[in-house]
């Protein structure tokens, strides 16, 4: 390296790859020897060597790395190094050359002889190129001789082999060499698993010693080195040179070769397996195999099965003398055999065992020798016990398996295969091992029996194993119970805290005891004993006994008992048959049983191996009858007489006849005359109670001969107590009394009803009725406990409605569910008939389907607000069955009165009927409603007069009776004449009459919850006489200063406020879920609609309110319609338009009712926009105008709002303004009726939102340039043109994926008006739809893009405030190119009239292509 370095002239200096190389080099060495030396040292040894190796290389590394960090900023000192080099190096070749000239001229050249020439050479050298005359002795030294042809050296190396072949033929050959090859003039001999080596001769002299070439050493120690070579180099070397001194010296040169060798090997084998005992001792078997003598070269003593002293043997040290021992050592007297084994002790009675005696070469490991020895012995010990064993005679079937040895045996028969009985020889211990198969939990006759076996041979005791034995067959019948009781829900015990004496039966039981406890009987036991017949010693028995306890105190020592632990006495033993159980009550006292009994119980029991059948029988049979006899007990205390505990036919479980059951005060006569039988049982599978009822006929049936059958059923497990079962049984028997009684009165009245009603089940559990003109409605009556207490007041009847089959059109809930809570109280109400109930479902099944139809999902923008919140269209306010109240968004509200005769009445809601001064707070009356109504009433002259004389009346309003009028104040009893002197503050409401009833004086309205409970007297009566002043009285059926009072049989009616006296929504009404339900309920009455008699007023104040009355007479006339006119115009259907070819572009469906209530609200909303947002720029129209029109001018336009008398919905009207203050813009006539159509079609349409009409009004508020732009866009929506790529729409309120999108949105709420103009600015909001038949796949369908427009600079903006990346924004980029390209030619488009409002909307939909990966 150093003459590298001064060949490159950098002294000193060293190349960094060669650093590294080094160190890598280094590194390596260092972990090759490691990996030779370590796995002979221990293992601290191990981990301190390779904490050393990790410290050094990390030092290494570390520097190298320093020395790299540093050479990378180097640079400039190598360029100074190199040039201070090249320096020296110059200097140095001047010094050199003086020096060299100096010597020359010095010492050389004054020495200097020219010598003489040499003629002859000259000429040899000049003429033939060569010099011939060197000596020949340097030819011959320094020259080597040919090397010998491929030829020769092949027939040298077979004649060599034929001449080791005649010396193996003629030499004395040691029989262990059983592998000799000869081949290429060499001989190998090799002995198996032990060395090879190979031997040649230098000559065909037989004189000449054999020449040894190498040696193999072939013993290998796979456990430990894992097939490494045992011997190193230079040991080998020793050998080679040990041996050929051998070879030349002796006579027998192989056999000494052998000798030697072999001797080697076998020490070497002995060393191997001393590594392998140190390493199993430190890693595996710790001190259960030890080393006892170690003489190397010779002999290897090992000792294993070294157990640890139990606490059974204490007088032995910490281990027990070693027994077992294998010797492994070197044959003396015989060199040629392998290494041999020898056994302590070394007597085996069995001749099947074969013990190793010599060492395989193929097998030197010593983990092998011991699992060989352990399992000979191992299957030797196990035969003893065997036989041991056998000759007790306790248990059979002895069978030893092997790998690993086991003794498998039955202790009892028959036997599952998990409870045969395993003993193994521990592998370590040496000791003996028992199990039962599969046993998961430690058993002390197990643990005993295995301490006994492992005693030494002249402690243990045949007797003690019989008894351990024996004590096993118990457990292991006690076990079997245990297992088969889990199937039951009850638990079992070894022992119980009893107190008995000496002399108590249980005290001869012993320990061989199971207590299982009765199911829900807290003191009852079955007692389960198990034993073995002395005839079949492998057979169990069972006895079972029923032992009652009760609880006690401990009286005896205090000192040695827990004081606080609850002791059981336990009562009179009796012996339980378990075969007899099951068909009869054979219970047997203890005393009485003799031996005879036990042989017949003995031939008759059926045991299972697997489960106990018997005792699962017993406990079940116990827990049945136990219960039998508490139910039995409850029963005659409730007076329902039985027949007592009974058996029945064919050994089925016992049961309890009923004989006579309550009467209910005589409710009961007519179900107990047609009830057959009353049985009580015990379903074993689910453990409830079956009640059976068995009744002669049907109430509805045809077939009086054939019986009905009615079960219920109590689950056992949840009642503990017999007494609420009784408690259940009794109200389920009213409920059937009840319902039972219910389908009598429909059998009876069934001919009278004028309605189709009909029976659709009747189970005596519910009633169900089908009704309705197609009898597709059900109502489901049940009778229901709230309480669980069995009282009649706490029990009522519970109804349910429901569809029985729908028809196509036809909604699938039933109608009825709108006033269900209210139907529950009438059908609760005393004295109310069947008939009465189901005739009122008929009455009011039409107009109730009709309302049913009517809206109520809340919807975004209805109203115009800061805060854009769902609101519903329609909210129903349920005030009676009869009495309707339906709300508007929070704004107007109509009563819907229902009437006899398939009338309904119908008013304006915003005034109470008792009003005088105004309406109620909340809502606003809705003008023209009752011209709108009046296009659905009847032609009736009657209805017709009756409307009239309503609105005629004044405060308060007079009863009046008209001819042909009826109400279903009939079907509900009819009121008492009201008296004006008298008042109740807590009336009570009561039902009178019948259907039949010709004396009933029929009212305009329903009588239970009405709104008004006005009876029909004399027209001729004065108008404010006192007799026809409605006043609350005890009997009838409202109060008559609350419309909306509900009826409730106890105080305060449910759902009515005792502040108000009105009520509040029903808790069943479908309105509650609404938001708009908590505004809906407040109502603000005057003192005078609440009902507060104002005795102190003046004659001028009753003048001005009668006044006030009279010009609001109009708003509070009721209008009488048919139900077929109700369902007319509660109904959807599409929106009639001006023009019918507009209809294909609003599919939306209304009724008309939300037509004309729409179009109320929105021109009442836009009298609010006109007069405040955008005041500034219109010019309001107030002179010449009809009345109920709203006009406006703006822009040359004049705009005239009204209502429609013909489709009921608003109406747009546009002409040229003649004021001349206007600016004078020309108008075809094509684009006013575009602004009509569009405001018909899309702004005063459902769900008519105030919103839309805020942005058309703007919109109309713009400069004229605009508002024409805005009409082409029109055109484009109503007419689209299908040749282009896009369609356009305008959103007159935002869309949800908009508003977030436009820069400074944080207030902008989805569903606000869409058109916001603001200083110079126009935002607005354009929705493309692609055209069908141009889509591509990954394209979108369709999206919407804010615009802002600047009026004072034409130019059009993208109001987006996402990023481009986005999938939602991916439109932007191309629109704003689009734009771009507007803004460059904008003249152009200035030419033709055009802003870039249009410019922007028309090129975007014949231009504008999105990218190919938008989804």
Not at 1029 to 1058: C, E, R, V, W
């Amino acid at each position: 390296m150093d003459g590298q370095v001064m060949a490159n002239g950098q002294q000193g200096n060293i190349a960094l790859a060669t650093v590294i190389e080094f160190s890598i080099q280094r590194t390596y060495h260092e972990l090759m020897i490691l990996s030779e030396l370590l796995p002979r040292k221990t293992d601290m040894e191990r981990k301190i060597e390779i904490v050393q190796f990790a410290h050094r290389t990390r030092q290494l590394f570390v520097r190298l790395l320093a020395l790299v960090k540093w050479a990378k900023n180097g640079c400039k000192i190598d360029k100074c190094m190199a040039i201070s080099n090249y320096l020296d190096q110059q200097a140095r070749l001047y010094i050199d050359t003086a020096d060299g000239l100096s010597k020359l001229a010095r010492n050389t050249l004054v020495q200097a002889r020219l010598p003489a020439f040499s003629i002859p050479v000259a000429v040899d050298v000049l003429t033939s190129g060569t010099y011939p005359r060197l000596p020949t002795c340097i030819r011959d030294k320094i020259i080597p001789p040919d090397a010998i042809t491929p030829e020769e050296e092949a027939s040298t190396l077979k004649r060599l082999t034929q001449i080791i072949e005649y010396r193996l033929v003629t030499s004395d050959i040691p029989r262990a060499f059983k592998q000799l090859t000869a081949y290429d003039g060499r001989v190998k001999l090799l002995v198996d698993k032990e060395f090879s080596a190979t031997l040649t001769v230098m000559g065909d002299y037989a004189t000449l010693p054999w020449r040894l070439l190498g040696i193999d050493i072939l013993v290998e120690d796979l456990d430990s080195r894992d097939g490494k070579p045992l011997v190193h180099e230079m040991q080998i070397s020793y050998l080679h040179t040990l041996v050929q001194s051998r070879l030349v010296d002796t006579e027998t040169p192989l056999y000494e070769l052998y000798t030697v060798l072999h001797a080697f090997c076998q020490s070497l084998q002995l060393e191997v397996l001393y590594s392998q005992v140190q390493k199993m001792m430190h890693e595996q078997l710790n001190s259960y195999v030890n080393i006892e003598k170690y003489i190397p070269c010779k002999r290897l003593l090992i000792s294993y099965w070294r157990p640890k002293v139990s606490s059974v043997l204490p007088q032995y040290q910490n281990f027990l003398p070693a027994i077992y021992k294998i010797d492994i050592h070197v044959d003396e007297t015989d060199v040629y055999k392998p290494l041999r084994i020898s056994h302590t002790p070394t007597s085996v009675k069995s001749s099947s065992v074969q013990l190793p005696f010599s060492l395989k070469s193929n097998q030197l490991s010593v983990e092998k020798i011991l699992l060989e020895t352990i399992h000979a012995w191992s299957y030797v010990r196990l035969g003893e016990l065997k036989q041991t064993l056998e000759q007790m005679n306790i248990a059979t079937d002895f069978d030893i398996t092997d790998l690993p040895p086991t003794l498998t045996f039955k202790v009892i028969k028959p036997c599952m295969d998990t409870e045969f009985v395993r003993i193994s020889i521990d592998c370590q211990l040496g000791t003996f091992t028992v199990s039962l198969t599969q046993l998961s939990y430690e058993c002390k006759v197990l643990t005993d029996l295995q301490q006994h076996l492992n005693l030494p041979s002249e402690q243990q005791n045949n007797s003690t194993i019989k008894e351990l034995l024996f004590k096993l067959k118990l457990w292991m019948g006690l076990e079997r119970c245990r297992s088969s009781i889990q199937y039951v829900r009850t638990a079992c015990h070894n022992s119980l805290p009893l107190i008995h004496s000496d002399q108590h039966p249980l005290s001869k039981f012993g320990a061989n005891v199971l207590y299982v406890k009765v199911p829900l009987q807290e003191t009852l036991y079955v007692v389960v004993v198990v034993n073995v017949t002395p005839s079949e010693p492998l057979t169990l028995k069972h006895k079972f006994y029923l032992l009652p306890v009760k609880p006690c105190t401990y009286s005896g020592d205090t000192t040695t008992a827990d004081v606080s632990k609850v002791y059981l006495k336990p009562g009179a033993l009796s012996r339980l048959d378990s075969n007899a159980l099951i068909q009869a009550n054979c219970v047997h006292s203890l005393m009485e049983v003799d031996a005879e009994a036990e042989e017949v119980e003995r031939q008759r029991s059926k045991e299972s191996c697997y489960f106990v059948s018997q005792l699962i029988s017993v406990v079940s049979q116990c827990e049945m009858r136990a219960e039998f006899v508490l139910l039995a007990e409850h029963l005659w205390k409730e007076g329902i007489h039985h027949q007592g505990l009974q058996e029945e036919q064919g050994g089925a479980p016992c049961k309890l006849t009923l004989i006579r059951m309550p009467s209910l005060n005589g409710e009961a006569d007519e179900l107990l005359s047609v009830l057959l039988q009353a049985t009580i049982r015990i379903d074993m599978e689910t453990m409830k109670w079956v009640v059976e009822f068995i009744f002669s006929k049907d109430p509805v049936g045809e077939d009086a001969t054939s019986s009905h059958q009615c079960i219920f059923t109590y689950d056992i497990r949840q009642v503990h107590d017999a007494a609420t079962t009784v408690t259940s049984l009794l109200r389920d028997w009213r409920g059937m009394v009840k319902l039972y009684n219910l389908c009598v009165q429909y059998n009876q009245v069934f001919s009278a009803l004028s309605h189709p009603v009909s029976l659709y089940q009747f189970n005596y559990k519910s009633l169900q009725l089908s009704y309705g003109p197609s009898r597709n409605y059900l109502v489901i009556i049940t009778w229901q406990d709230k309480k669980h207490s069995g009282e009649a007041k706490d029990c009522r009847y519970d109804i349910k409605f429901t569809m029985c089959r729908t028809t196509h059109g036809e909604s699938s809930q039933n109608p009825h569910n709108i006033t269900a809570h209210f139907l529950e109280l009438l059908i609760n109400r005393p004295n109310t008939s069947l008939a009465q109930f189901m005739q009122v479902l008929c009455k009011t099944v039409a107009p109730l389907a009709a309302i049913q139809q009517l809206p109520e999902i809340a919807a975004f923008g209805l109203q115009h607000s800061s805060k854009v919140v769902p609101q519903p269209v329609f909210t129903i306010l349920v005030h009676s069955p009869t009495y309707i109240k339906i709300g508007y968004r929070q704004c107007y509200v109509i009563d819907i009165i229902l009437c006899e005769n398939n009338r309904v009445m119908v008013k304006d809601g915003a005034y109470g009927l008792f009003d005088t001064q105004g309406g109620y707070a909340t809502y606003t009356p809705a003008p023209g409603l009752k011209a709108f109504l009046t296009q659905y009433e009847d032609s009736d002259p009657r209805l017709l007069a009756r409307s009239t004389l309503l609105a005629e009346e004044e405060h308060p309003p007079t009863p009046s009776n008209l001819p042909g009028l009826d109400t279903l104040d009939a079907l509900l009893g009819p009121p008492t004449r009201p008296s004006p002197h008298r008042q109740d503050p807590s009336p009570k409401p009561t039902f009178q009459g019948s259907v039949n009833s010709p004396t009933v004086a029929p009212s305009p309205l329903g009588g239970f919850g009405s709104p008004l409970d006005i009876q029909m007297t004399s027209p001729a009566l004065p108008m404010n006489s006192p007799a026809n002043i409605p006043a609350p009285s005890p009997s009838s059926n409202i109060l008559a200063a609350s419309p909306g009072l509900l009826y409730h049989p106890q105080g305060t009616p449910q759902g009515l406020d005792s502040g108000t006296g009105f009520p509040n929504p029903s808790p069943k009404s479908s309105w509650l879920n609404s938001p708009a339900a908590a505004a809906s309920s407040n109502y603000t009455l005057s003192p005078r609609a609440a009902g507060i008699s104002q005795t102190s007023s003046s004659p001028r104040t009753d003048q001005l309110a009668g006044r006030r009355v009279a010009a609001r007479s109009t708003y509070n006339v009721p209008t009488f319609l048919s139900h077929s006119s109700l369902a007319k115009m509660l109904s959807s259907k599409p929106i009639s338009r001006a023009d019918n070819a507009a209809e294909q572009f609003s599919p939306t469906r209304c009724c008309p009712l939300e037509r004309f209530l729409g179009s109320a609200q929105l021109k009442r909303h836009l009298s609010k926009i006109l007069g405040n947002d955008i005041k500034d720029k219109i010019t309001l129209v107030t002179s010449g105008v009809e009345a109920g029109t709203i006009s406006w001018i703006a822009e040359s336009l004049q705009y005239k709002v009204f209502m429609n008398n013909t489709s009921q919905g608003l109406q747009l009207s546009v002409t040229h303004s003649q004021d001349q203050s206007q600016p004078n813009v020309m108008w075809t006539s094509e684009e006013l009726s575009l602004l009509e159509r569009f405001f018909v079609q899309r702004v005063a349409c459902a769900p008519y939102k105030q919103n839309n009409m805020l942005s058309f009004c703007r919109m109309t508020a713009t400069p004229a340039k605009i508002i024409k732009d805005f009409i082409r866009i029109i055109r484009k929506q109503l007419f689209p043109d299908l040749n282009t790529l896009w369609r356009v729409e305008w959103c007159l309120t935002l869309p949800r994926d908009t508003s977030r999108r436009i820069e400074k949105s944080d207030r902008l709420e989805t569903g606000i008006g869409a058109m916001i103009v603001q200083s110079n600015k126009i935002l607005y909001v354009l929705k493309f739809i692609r055209n069908s038949g141009t889509e591509s796949q990954g394209d979108m369908m369709q999206f919407s893009a804010p615009f802002v427009y600047e009026i004072g600079s034409d130019v059009t903006q993208l109001a987006d405030k996402t990023s481009s990346n986005r999938p939602d924004s991916s439109f932007t980029l191309p629109i704003n190119q689009i734009l771009q390209n507007i803004r460059q030619q904008q003249a152009n488009y200035q030419q033709q009239h055009m802003t870039a409002v249009y410019a922007s909307c028309q090129e975007i939909c014949s231009r504008l292509v999105l990218p190919t990966n938008v989804i």
